[in-house]
């Protein structure tokens, strides 16, 4: 929670960012990690999907995305108002196939290195970059991937990336 007494305050003692990300010339590789002073406690922590779970990003199954960006939908110029959580908020979105991200994402879109989801009413938007996807399998948790992108927020044709 931004306020109130819940949550734990940690400082960073390092900040990686992936050495082979420009941000001035594309969107991939655009992943840092945060290394904390101390460890969290009380919480168990979420596992990393590997390449032999790829069933996990089958176009149409569900994940959900969390984060604490607007929870107004944008249009594609991106101009509404704008509503920030003071919860993180999570969302159940359909993957979407690498076929179809390309084609709307044209020429950013790297398959091999990303995953799209979501549709209508539902998307990462403003505010939500860094957060995790994840999905669920034999009841355990996995991140899938992190919120990097889109055009406007829960439009029908430009999931979040």
């Known amino acids: 929670m931004l306020t109130g007494g819940g949550g ?5 003692s390092r900040i990686s960012i992936h050495p082979r990300f420009d941000g001035s010339t594309s969107l991939t590789y655009d992943a840092t990690v945060l290394t904390l002073n101390n460890p969290v406690g009380g919480i ?4 990393l999907a590997s390449a032999t779970q790829d ?12 984060g604490w960006g607007n929870t107004i939908k944008q249009p594609l110029s991106g101009n509404n108002a ?20 390309r084609k709307v994402y044209v020429p ?9 989801a979501g549709k209508g009413e539902k998307d990462t ?4 970059s860094g957060g995790l996807m994840f999905a669920s399998t034999a009841g355990k948790r996995y ?13 029908r044709t430009y999931p979040g990336v």
């Open 55 to 66: 069933p996990l990003e089958s176009p149409g199954s569900l994940a959900k995305i969390a």
């Open 125 to 128: 938007c403003d505010g939500d």
């Open 82 to 101: 704008g509503d920030y959580p003071d919860r993180m908020r999570v969302a159940r979105v359909p993957i979407v196939s690498d076929t179809r991200a």
């Open 108 to 116: 950013v879109y790297v398959g091999a290195l990303m995953i799209a």
């Open 8 to 12: 734990q305050t940690r400082r960073l």
């Open 44 to 47: 168990a922590p979420i596992e």
């Open 143 to 155: 991140q899938i991937g992190i919120t990097s992108f889109g055009k406007g927020c829960a439009t």
